[in-house]
């Protein structure tokens, strides 16, 4: 009898996170020390509280940034990299009974937008050098395209995504929704699958990722991005995403409880909106790190956070860097429940 699959959400206990490390030769080139400070206090604060897992064309840059406060919990992986989007490249993980499983599905730079051959290798080589310690199960599944940015778990049966991401042709062939679904269902054991068809974001390169416009919290909650503003270009595609929230149910047929974050005020780069977003904050053991944007909106998205996640630590990290690659925190991060990172 084949054990039950359990897709864990965010918050559940976790052994570790991963991120790759900016280089030179990515495209943080431009402004390499501004994006190496940002990703050395990320590491910082994950470190302060659990296990570290980075990747890095060369292991001595980011063991040169992080020596500081380095006291061994942070693991090194000299590997190749393309980018520093580990969300969406990193392993998705799920439980197979108690033994946790290494899912690694194919990345193709968003539906061939950028390239990927580098970062598509990751986790197999990770698993290879034994990153991943000795329990979890590994399971390769490079013929199915899938970023961990574009699914939400609430631990409860049900998984959350977008049919602008999951459907995009260049993805998985212009496989039909019931395809997708009948394939999330099966790899992720769960029972039902939400699928967001509005809500998008100016400069995302992502074709709407869920975590940049709505996210699964504790007791039966979802937050998303509101905007207020009539005259924002997104206005009408989130005032209907947030209707489409409020029909929403979980797999007991409840309602979920839904709370608003405020819309990031507009930043600009190269005459280019970017996709600031409150939403893409990650959960780690005993804290909550949010993106800040040097905004006075920073405060109120805090403040929210404390509201959603009571018992954590909330803690802003300066993610104005990140955005200039149109991307935030969650993204440049992959968190790893108990039992993966030894």
């Known amino acids: 009898m084949t054990e039950k699959i359990f897709f864990p959400p965010e918050w559940h206990i976790q052994s570790g996170v991963q991120i790759a490390w900016p280089h030179a030769n990515s495209d943080w080139k431009p402004y390499l020390d501004e994006a190496e400070k940002c990703f050395t206090e990320i590491a910082r604060q994950i470190s302060k509280r659990e296990k570290l897992l980075i990747a890095a064309p060369d292991i001595s840059v980011p063991r040169a940034k992080c020596s500081e406060f380095d006291d061994g919990r942070i693991l090194y992986a000299e590997i190749p990299t393309n980018d520093t989007w580990s969300r969406d ?27 990927s051959n580098l970062d598509n290798r990751i986790t197999g080589l990770l698993y290879e050098k034994g990153l991943y310690g000795r329990k979890p199960i590994y399971k390769n599944l490079l013929n199915f395209i899938l970023e961990g940015g574009s699914v939400e778990s609430d631990g409860n049966g049900t998984v959350m995504t977008t049919s602008e991401c999951l459907l995009s042709p260049n993805r998985n062939g212009g496989s039909s929704m019931e395809e997708i679904e009948a394939s999330l269902k099966g790899m992720f054991g769960t029972e039902q699958i939400l699928w967001l068809n509005h809500g998008y974001l100016a400069g995302d390169d ?16 979802i937050c998303y991005v509101k905007c207020t503003d009539e005259t924002d270009e997104h206005y009408e595609s989130l005032k209907k995403m947030e209707e489409e929230l409020s029909t929403f149910r979980n797999s007991e047929g409840q309602s979920y409880k839904l709370v608003a974050i405020p819309m990031a005020d507009a930043v600009y780069f190269e005459g280019e909106r970017l996709p600031a977003t409150y939403a893409n904050f990650l959960v780690i053991n005993g804290a909550v790190l949010c993106p800040t944007y040097n905004s006075p909106k920073d405060t109120e998205a805090l403040n929210i956070m404390k509201r959603l996640f009571p ?32």
């Not at 104005?320 to 993966?340: A, D, F, R, W």
């Open 89 to 115: 490249f990193g392993a998705i993980t799920t439980f197979q009974g108690s033994v946790p499983v290494i899912n690694d599905f194919a990345f193709n730079g968003w539906g061939l937008k950028f390239a």
């Open 206 to 221: 992502t074709d709407s990722h869920i975590d940049t416009l709505a996210r699964f919290c504790p007791d039966n909650t």
């Open 311 to 342: 018992g954590r630590e909330i803690t802003g990290i300066d993610c104005s860097v990140l955005i200039k690659q149109h991307g935030s925190l969650h993204c440049v991060t992959m968190q790893y429940p108990e039992g993966v990172i030894e």
